[in-house]
């Protein structure tokens, strides 16, 4: 069971950039999904999340220019980030709770996708 995440690249401040996040594996459910990122010398912090029932939270920075969703079918959530700025780049993790299940048991767990870098720059 994995998170493997997509779509980082360089663009120039004001473009855009889709991120994407699929889980793989034998997966009973996903809960909370959501993305974080990462500056040089900052902290992680939290960008979006969606729960399964598509309740969406924001960080204050990326209100109204990022949008979070979530295909369910496709077992992926994506992060369209629009009228980006230089200091959105860093690197993005996406995060999800995957439930799956075991020796006879379901289980809960956080995973975290391998990160992907969002430079913008002119």
């Known amino acids: 069971v994995q998170l493997q995440a997509s779509g980082g690249g360089l663009v120039q401040p004001g473009g855009s950039l889709r991120l994407s996040c699929v889980a793989s594996?034998?997966?009973?459910?996903?809960?909370?999904m959501g993305w974080y990122r990462q500056a040089p010398g900052k902290q992680r912090e939290l960008v979006a999340s969606v729960s399964s029932g598509g309740s969406v939270n924001y960080a204050d920075s990326v209100k109204g220019r990022f949008t979070i969703s979530r295909d369910n079918a496709k077992k992926t959530v994506y992060l369209q980030m629009n009228s980006l700025k230089p200091e959105d780049t860093a690197v993005y993790f996406c995060n999800a709770e995957l439930v799956t299940f075991s020796s006879g048991k379901f289980r809960s767990n956080d995973f975290w996708g391998q990160g992907t870098l969002v430079t913008v720059s002119s």
């Open positions: 594996g034998i997966i009973f459910s996903i809960n909370d």
